[in-house]
């Protein structure tokens, strides 16, 4: 009897520790819900970026990804971003795909321009820059390199 007592009990343990686990990694996620206007932007490559990926400006989060297609035609990445509403981006707005360093998660980093005109619910961010890969990268210095010798 003594035995199952504390058999119940390591369990009870384990799965508080469980639940605790979940709930951290939910808590640091930056789930967010997806309110606000709807804008789109063109991409070469998007380099693993998917939807629930984050938006952000200066570093903090203004919105989400919402969707994404290929456009059948270009054959570019078409991503759809729900902005908050009170952040009104500039006509000529810049987006880039951008990662937390070497390892970090992807997501779209916005400079907003100078304009005096905002982009309207429904539409396009056009200036964008795809990702480089890393390999291309490490790629260009080495042949840079080797040209300057």
Excluded: C, H
């Excluded at 938006?55 to 971003?81: M, N």
Aim: charged share 20%; no cysteine; glycine share 12%.
């Amino acid at each position: 009897m003594n035995q199952r007592m504390v058999e119940i009990g390591m369990g009870a343990v384990m799965l508080l520790l469980g639940l605790s686990a979940i709930y951290t990694v939910y808590a640091s996620s930056q789930v967010t819900t997806s309110t606000g206007y709807t804008v789109s932007v063109r991409f070469n490559k998007v380099g693993g970026l998917g939807e629930g990926n984050a938006v952000r400006i200066a570093g903090l989060q203004v919105g989400t990804i919402v969707g994404q297609k290929l456009d059948p035609e270009t054959y570019d990445a078409v991503l759809d971003l729900t902005i908050r509403n009170e952040v009104k981006l500039p006509v000529d707005t810049e987006a880039e795909v951008s990662s937390d360093g070497l390892l970090g998660g992807k997501f779209i980093l916005l400079t907003p321009g100078k304009s005096k005109d905002a982009i309207p619910p429904g539409g396009k961010i056009t200036k964008a820059k795809g990702v480089v890969a890393l390999e291309e990268l490490v790629g260009r210095m080495i042949f840079s390199t080797a040209q300057s010798n």
